[in-house]
């Protein structure tokens, strides 16, 4: 970064810290309202589907689409504990994140060291990686292989991204997280304890009148519902025509919050159930003001009311793009590309 760029961050950094610092830290009281409401509504919602079962499967299904929205309000609560500013207690923040990952699948210590490790590198293309979603530039990608384009291609494919992306993420990966060093000592401790914690769960279920069967019969729609609406929220949060990516000489911490993470306008119910995590810009400007907090945040800022706004209707078309031009400075789909290359008469269209 060069010596002016490096002025104009520090002056950045000021500037937004005076912004945000009033709303940064925890309210107790408001966490634990929070949290209270979040765990009754799962716990709620999660016995009715148990003893619809006596109704019919159908009614079952239909029940886990607000079980699985609430896990997600939960999860919401996990993510606000990973970057402390949930409670003013460490310890208790901490405990609650540990619980909250064993019913969302996502060991809490791994899961916030990765999600620290996007923050800190959001937009930047030399910092890839390591909890985002894969993105390739278009150069990067003509460069590849056909057999390395094709499973691009598959691993962008929505239907990968929502069905079975998810499931692997959350179910198998969480279970044994092969590509972190193993000298990360700690979060290797907290994927044991969830491992451990889901074996107790499942063996209490087996022992108890719910049965394995029937807690399965259960669980299993929920988890797919939840992890697939996760990576869904995740998704749009970056992936979007105008947004941000830079090398690490170019690349500006504030720029890439602001720039590079949506604003997802969602009616108020969902909007409530997500936490506020739609206003994600605020959210990565200052990770440290919790959910409750990030709308007074960006109405007291007129500069975070201008950040791209995505509608649930805009959510759709983001998941055919899937490259970044460098270039031209936004994102491309692989038809985009193919034009383009037809257009240019470059070979390579026939295999783009």
Same mark, same amino acid.
């Given at each position: ?26 309210d ?7 949290l ?12 009715a ?79 890839r ?18 057999? +390395?384009?094709?499973?691009?291609? *598959?691993?962008?494919? =929505?239907?990968?991204? /929502? !069905? ?6 959350? @179910? ?44 399965l ?15 869904f ?8 025509e ?16 602001? +720039?590079?993470?949506?604003?997802? *306008?969602?009616?108020? =119910?969902?909007?409530w /159930? !997500? ?6 810009? @605020? ?10 907090k ?19 209707w ?39």
């Amino acid at each position: 970064m060069s010596e002016t760029s490096s002025k104009k961050s520090r002056s950045a950094a000021q500037y937004w810290r005076e912004v945000t610092s009033p709303y940064c830290g925890a309210d107790d009281r408001r966490s634990y309202l929070q949290l209270g409401t979040a765990a009754t509504l799962f716990l709620v919602s999660w016995t009715a589907m148990y003893l619809s079962l006596s109704v019919g499967y159908w009614l079952t299904l239909l029940l886990a689409i607000p079980t699985a929205a609430f896990v997600v309000f939960l999860f919401m609560i996990q993510h606000d504990c990973g970057h402390g500013s949930y409670f003013k207690s460490r310890r208790l923040r901490d405990t609650v994140g540990f619980f909250i990952g064993i019913v969302t699948l996502t060991p809490y210590e791994y899961w916030r060291r990765t999600h620290a490790y996007h923050h800190a590198h959001s937009g930047d293309l030399d910092f890839r990686g390591v909890g985002d979603i894969k993105t390739m530039t278009k150069e990067e990608y003509l460069a590849k292989p056909l057999w +390395r384009r094709f499973v691009y291609r *598959v691993y962008r494919n =929505p239907v990968t991204l /929502l !069905t079975f992306g998810p499931i692997y993420q959350f @179910v198998i990966k969480h279970r044994y997280p092969w590509d972190i060093p193993q000298d990360w000592k700690q979060a290797w401790r907290g994927v044991w304890m969830t491992n451990l914690g889901l074996a107790v769960v499942l063996l209490i279920m087996a022992y108890s009148p719910i049965g394995i069967a029937n807690f399965l019969m259960i669980q299993i729609p929920v988890t797919i519902l939840a992890c697939s609406a996760g990576v869904f929220l995740f998704y749009v949060q970056h992936q979007y025509e105008d947004s941000y990516w830079h090398h690490h000489k170019d690349w500006d911490y504030y720029e890439a919050a602001i +720039r590079g993470s949506s604003h997802l *306008v969602l009616p108020a =119910p969902l909007q409530w /159930l !997500t936490a506020n995590i739609g206003i994600h810009h @605020v959210h990565h400007l200052n990770s440290q003001i919790p959910n409750y907090k990030l709308e007074d945040c960006m109405a007291a800022a007129p500069e975070l009311q201008t950040a791209t706004k995505i509608t649930l209707w805009d959510c759709f078309r983001l998941f055919s793009l899937t490259l970044w031009d460098e270039q031209k400075q936004r994102m491309i789909s692989f038809r985009q590309l193919r034009e383009e290359l037809r257009s240019g008469g470059n070979g390579q269209s026939l295999t783009a």
